[in-house]
T-cell receptor, first 114, second 118 residues
Framework: KAGVTQTPRYLIKTRGQQVTLSCSPI?????VSWYQQTPGQGLQFLFE???????NKGNFPGRFSGRQFSNSRSEMNVSTLELGDSALYLC?????????????FGEGSWLTVV | AQKVTQAQTEISVVEKEDVTLDCVYE???????LFWYKQPPSGELVFLIR??????QNEISGRYSWNFQKSTSSFNFTITASQVVDSAVYFCALSEAGSGAGSYQLTFGKGTKLSVIP
């Protein structure tokens, strides 16, 4: 079956702009989470959504937001982009929420802020 | 607070050699889950294994094996007879049952970059 799908795969934005990234989870998966990966900080948890509700949020400023739709698709948005937001953004899905579930990741969206 | 340490930043081995990737974790929970993921250059994190804190049995899957030892808080990963296709960054991750509000997040180590030289 299809894996986690993320769009766009690559994008370049200018400082101050905003960006929206999309994620389609594995069919039947209701939990979607987002992670940011940078060379300096590694992989860091952004937030998790389950049944259209944000269940948990990592230590990121309010410029980072997300949402989940009734079909479990998710989007994340970063406003007022900064150079430090350049990163690989990974979306992941699992059947349910809670640590007993295995999380499956997509290929990510590579964001470059210039 | 939970923490995962992968002390080996980069490892290079010659094809067919065995290699072990180390992972040490810290947690105050008695119930937790440990994971290994593989990240090839494409970026996708590929799930390899999940272990819960109550299951200390070692696991073998083909050329891959995992050694979980609660006494030393370690969850090491061994690749036997390495192949060029094993070249990737490998991440160890931890999730605690008490993450809060029934939610779910992984804490990752910094990763180990494995290069298998033909």
């Amino acid at each position: 079956k299809a894996g986690v799908t993320q769009t766009p795969r690559y994008l370049i934005k200018t400082r101050g702009q905003q960006v929206t990234l999309s994620c389609s989870p594995i069919s039947g998966h209701r939990s979607v989470s987002w992670y940011q990966q940078t060379p300096g900080q590694g992989l860091q948890f952004l937030f998790e959504y389950f049944s259209e509700t944000q269940r948990n949020k990592g230590n990121f400023p309010g410029r980072f937001s997300g949402r989940q739709f009734s079909n479990s698709r998710s989007e994340m948005n970063v406003s007022t982009l900064e150079l430090g937001d350049s990163a690989l953004y990974l979306c992941a899905s699992s059947k349910g929420t809670g640590p007993g579930n295995t999380i499956y990741f997509g290929e990510g969206s590579w964001l470059t802020v210039v | 607070a939970q923490k995962v340490t992968q002390a080996q930043t980069e490892i290079s081995v010659v094809e067919k050699e065995d290699v072990t990737l180390d992972c040490v974790y810290e947690t105050r929970d008695t119930t937790y889950y440990l994971f290994w993921y593989k990240q090839p250059p494409s970026g996708e994190l590929v799930f390899l294994i999940r272990r819960n804190s109550f299951d200390e049995q070692n696991e073998i899957s083909g050329r891959y094996s995992w050694n979980f030892q609660k006494s030393t808080s370690s969850f090491n990963f061994t690749i036997t007879a390495s192949q060029v296709v094993d070249s990737a960054v490998y991440f160890c991750a931890l999730s605690e049952a008490g993450s809060g509000a029934g939610s779910y997040q992984l804490t990752f180590g910094k990763g180990t970059k494995l290069s298998v030289i033909p």
